[in-house]
Structure formats: C-alpha cells, structure tokens
C-alpha cells in the first residue's frame, strides 16, 4: 500500500509521533469526507471460517504448540528460530509466535460486527448506536494484499538481563516474538472514509473482543491502543486472512489490524470496535507501557513507541551443538525503519565481521533471508554474531540502551554454540 496523500506528515520517530498526536489535525488530511454511510448489504459468510476446538485451559492458546517450534512463556509463546530452517520468506502459521493478554476468544463470524463510532465521524454516532460492518461486508469491499512483519515491542527483552545483566521487567522472549506472513484485508482508510471519517479526526482507538486485561490486581479493560489517522490512513490493514487462509484464532480471527513497521501491540487482534476521536486519545497500552521509562525518561516515560528496530537472527536453535563441517548458515534481518541493506556475520564474538549474502530483495515491512559460508576449523566454543544496517544507516549497536520495561532491545545478540570438530573419541 502507497500513501496517498503527500501532505501526511513522516511518523517515523516517536517525535513526530507525539507531535501528530497533540495537535489538531485540521487541513493535514484532505479527504473527501465520506458519504457517512456503512453498508447496508448483509452477505453470507463461508462456513468453512467458524473456529475450530476452545483455547488450552493452562495457556489459553488454541493452536498445538510443540516443544520443537515453540518456546512456552505462559499465556505467550515465542517461535524457536531453527523452526524457520528451510522455509521460504514466511512464517507458516502453525510456529507463528502468540502474545496474548488474556485468552484467545473464539468468535463467531457471522455474528461479528466491527463497530466504528465517536466524535471523529460525521454525525459522532455513539458508541451504542455506531456505524456497523459485518464480515460479509470486509469480504466484499476491495481487498489488499501485504507481507509484514509482526513483532513484540519486548522481543529479545531476555538479554537485557542475559547479555546485559540488567533486570527488566516482562516476558523475557528471545529473538522469537516476531514473525512475517501475507495478510490480506481490506485497508482501514477504505472503512474509515465508508465510516464517515471528518477532518478534525486525529486519533482512532481499536480495541480488541479478548476478556478484560487485568494487571497485578487493577482492571484495565479490554485490550486497546490509541493510533494516529495519519498512520490509520497510510498503510494499516483489516486483515482477515493470514497466508491464504482465515485468520487462525490465535491470531484475530475473524479480523485484526495490521500495522506495517510499527511496534506489535499496534496490530490488535479480534477486533470489536474503533473509536474515532476528534482529539487524542489514551489507554494504558501509550501511557503506562509500551513507552520507555527509567534513568534519562521524564516520568511520563518517553512519547509512545512506534517503529520497531533493526534486528537479526540466526535460523539455529539456542542450546544445541553445532554439526561438523563446512556449513552455510542462515538467518534473516528485519526494520521498522526501512529497507535492510546489509547483515554482517562474526564468527569469533565480534572481533572480526564479514558481509552475509542478502538473498531477497529488501522489503521494508518485512525481512531479508541471508545466508553465510563457514567452515569452523576448530573445536570448541563458538560465538555467532549477526548485525544489519537497514537503509537509514542504522545498525545494530553492542549495547541496547536500558528502559525499565525492557523494551526494542536491538543490541547484537550473541549465540554461544559448541562445535565438535572430531567425532568424540573415548
Ligand atoms: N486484542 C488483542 N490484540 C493484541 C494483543 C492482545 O493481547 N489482545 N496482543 C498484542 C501484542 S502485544 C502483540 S506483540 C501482537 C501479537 O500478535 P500475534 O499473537 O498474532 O503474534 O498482537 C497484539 N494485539
Ligand atoms: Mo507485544
């Protein structure tokens, strides 16, 4: 999806972010206002969509998570990087990585509705008389198709503590809280200005149908982030399948937005209901997280998290010796902030670094496949390091900078691997 409106101001820093945010957004988005009205046509929604089995009582996740593809972080789980080995650009499905902060719900499709309402509309419908779509209504409307990634704003937060020894707190995933798949839907601008989207909007807040999110105790309601229309008009997605097929419930079904480039609590998921507000709006998910907070943030924290960083991972698993011989290994690299133009490997923990072959052409909303020739010539212990600079010039440093929440962790990660050169002799 391309911009199409050239006037939109560039929300690639949180700057800019906050900034977009606190202003009135008068004359910054020409639009046509919309007619105002949903559509009316009911449509039948294919039987073969209704959800399968109810969520696992221990981790409220449907799908099987096998110890091979996953990594289990109580109600989340996060995809084991050698279950990427020998899959092409995306991640099937099945080892996607689940975060959820409460049980996957099982909603039925034909009874779905996606409700839009607020002050940001023509007419500011309330929130119990709101414009209505059904899922018969998205299937019809026309449809687009993207790859990108998703991914935690905490993924890799284990090595704060791991490599860093800082003691941060949440799920300490390692580098398997991101994934790539082909989403298609519809865009949200298209329901937006079939919704009836004005001028003065400025923020729009998607929550999601999963129960109650409560937090040590505290009620916080349903799970809810606050979006700018500007990125709402830009290039985030409805999404209603996910590699050619329904949306699995892990992951939405039957609808969930997707928000290119932008940090994973920005796509939410079993979406019920987006508020659309002529002023700013809030929710704990940009206030109380998914900021940066600790020495050098001013209480408040640092403005809300947007774009996620440059990252790399090896296709190996974490703990598990290294096969003998002359190997290629592989990995792939990833941007919230643009094109990937180049990956680095070290063989020896950094000191000395050599270029990866890119083997697909960079797409900035998803990763590039690299691939690296190697011939370890000696037993023992080896560290493995992969570093990109995406096209902004931006790499990935030694040493993430800490926040409290342990948040975009995009220091270079260091795989320790035993290499047996021999085979073992009594
Ligand atoms: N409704 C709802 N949407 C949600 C979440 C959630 O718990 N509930 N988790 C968010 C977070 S923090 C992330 S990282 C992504 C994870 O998407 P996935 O589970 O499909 O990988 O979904 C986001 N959308
Ligand atoms: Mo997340």
Redo the contacts with the bound molecule.
């Keep these: 999806m391309r911009s199409g409106n050239r006037k939109e101001p560039d929300l690639t820093d949180e700057g800019a972010y906050e900034h977009v945010r606190a202003l009135s957004r008068r004359g910054m988005l020409r639009l046509s206002a919309g007619a105002g009205a949903a559509l009316a046509v009911p449509a039948a929604v294919p039987a073969a969509v209704a959800p399968p089995a109810a969520a696992d009582g221990a981790t409220g996740i449907v799908k099987p998570l096998p110890p091979e593809l996953f990594i289990p972080h109580g109600t989340?789980a996060e995809m084991r990087w050698d279950a990427m080995r020998g899959q092409g650009l995306l991640t099937p499905a099945d080892r996607?990585?689940?975060?959820?902060?409460?049980a996957t719900p099982l909603i039925d499709a034909r009874t779905w509705r996606l409700k839009l309402w607020g002050t940001g509309l023509h007419g500011s419908p309330a929130e119990d008389r709101p414009r209505e779509f059904s899922y018969g209504d998205l299937l019809r409307l026309p449809a687009e198709t993207i790859t990108a990634f998703?991914?935690?704003?905490?993924?890799a937060r284990g090595f704060y503590a791991s490599q860093q020894g800082q003691q941060v707190s949440g799920t300490p995933w390692k580098l398997g809280?991101v994934?790539v798949a082909r989403w298609r839907g519809v865009r949200l601008s298209t329901v937006l200005r079939l919704a009836g989207l004005t001028r003065e909007a400025v923020d729009i807040l998607p929550?999601?149908?999963?129960a109650d999110?409560v937090d040590k105790g505290e009620n916080l309601g349903?799970?809810?982030r606050p979006l700018p229309v500007a990125k709402a008009m830009k290039d985030v997605l409805l999404a209603y399948e996910m590699n050619g097929a329904p949306l699995p419930p892990?992951?939405?079904y039957p609808v969930?937005?997707v928000v290119p480039s932008w940090?994973?609590?920005?796509?939410?998921?079993?979406?019920g209901d987006v508020q659309v507000a002529a002023e700013p709006l809030f929710s704990p998910w940009n206030t109380r997280f998914y900021r940066l907070f600790g020495p050098g943030y001013p209480a408040e924290g640092s403005p809300p998290l947007t774009r996620m960083n440059v990252k790399s991972a090896f296709e190996l698993p974490w703990e598990a010796p290294l096969p003998s011989g002359p190997q290629v290994l592989r990995g792939r690299s990833w941007s919230g902030t643009g094109r990937i133009r180049r990956t680095e490997v070290s063989v020896d923990g950094g000191a000395t670094w050599r270029r990866a072959r890119l083997l697909d052409r960079p797409d900035p909303r998803g990763w590039t496949r690299w691939e690296f020739p190697w011939r370890p010539h000696a037993s023992g212990r080896h560290e493995l390091l992969a570093r990109a600079t995406d096209e902004t010039g931006t790499s990935q440093p030694f040493n993430a900078p800490y926040n409290t929440l342990g948040y975009l962790f995009g220091a270079v990660v260091r795989l320790a691997l035993i290499h047996i050169s021999e085979p073992t002799r009594p």
């Design positions: 989340n996607f990585f689940v975060r959820n902060h409460v998703i991914e935690c704003t905490g993924n809280a994934g929550r999601g149908l999963d999110y349903r799970v809810r892990d992951h939405g969930r937005l940090t994973g609590i920005a796509s939410i998921k079993w979406l």
